[in-house]
């Protein structure tokens, strides 16, 4: 089952602008990890941020993360065209047996115009 | 260092049918977990193995298995196909530390299957 949901759904935005995603989850976490797809291809895993971290930065990206609200935000700066792709977040949670588990999103559709 | 290696990318296969799906995880990795993904329902959880015992499993029917060899290679199977079995699966693999909270979580490219 879907942990959260991004938002928004689908994003079109000019090469060179800021791109803002947001992913809502509904249970505790140890951290939560954003992923791009592109069509047809597999995960690429982009940052991590623990579940007692504020803040995370990578190059281009920057990551909030907000347990009181249960809510995270993926900031991707002067997008170029190659950053087209489907964006997700993950949950990140460990069961009693010690198994770790990822808790998807259905992801943002970000189109970034040349 | 190699990446998640899936093995095949593509196959179509009949109703009824069975498919066995490979995964090489990253070198050191003794967790691997498979997913599934469809536009419906979007991408799931199906099963984590860690030393070749399956310590977690998804909601899916027992038509699926899985199984993880002593080198961590694992494999997973879906008998009796049915045409919603259709979708890419992924297998990921992480690196499994006494930080539980940083355990990065690394996926290949996917097997895509397509059941006609």
């Known amino acids: 089952s879907q942990q959260g949901e991004e938002d928004p759904q689908a994003l079109s935005i000019q090469e060179g602008e800021n791109a803002t995603m947001n992913c809502s989850y509904k249970?505790?976490?140890?951290?939560l990890q954003w992923y791009r797809q592109n069509s047809g291809r597999g995960l690429v895993h982009l940052i991590l941020i623990r579940s007692n971290e504020r803040e995370k930065h990578s190059g281009r990206l920057r990551v909030t993360l907000d347990t009181s609200k249960k809510s995270s935000s993926l900031l991707i700066t002067a997008s170029r065209a190659a950053d087209t792709a489907s964006y997700f977040c993950a949950t990140g949670a460990y069961s009693g047996a010690g198994s770790y588990q990822l808790t998807f999103g259905k992801g943002t559709k970000l189109s970034v115009i040349p | 260092k190699a990446g998640v290696t899936q093995t095949p990318r593509y196959l179509i296969k009949t109703r009824g049918q069975q498919v066995t799906l490979s995964c090489s995880p990253i070198?050191?990795?003794?967790?691997v977990s498979w997913y599934q993904q469809t536009p419906g329902q979007g991408l799931q959880f199906l099963f984590e193995y860690f030393s070749e015992t399956q310590r977690n499993k998804g909601n899916f029917p027992g038509r699926f298995s899985g199984r993880q060899f002593s080198n961590s290679r694992s494999e997973m199977n879906v008998s009796t196909l049915e045409l919603g079995d259709s979708a890419l699966y992924l297998c990921?693999?992480?690196?499994?530390?006494?930080?539980?909270?940083?355990?990065?979580?690394?996926f290949g490219e996917g097997s895509w299957l397509t059941v006609v």
């Open positions: 990921a693999s992480s690196l499994i530390t006494g930080d539980l909270s940083g355990n990065t979580i690394y």
């Open positions: 249970t505790s976490i140890n951290n």
């Open positions: 070198s050191g990795h003794r967790s």
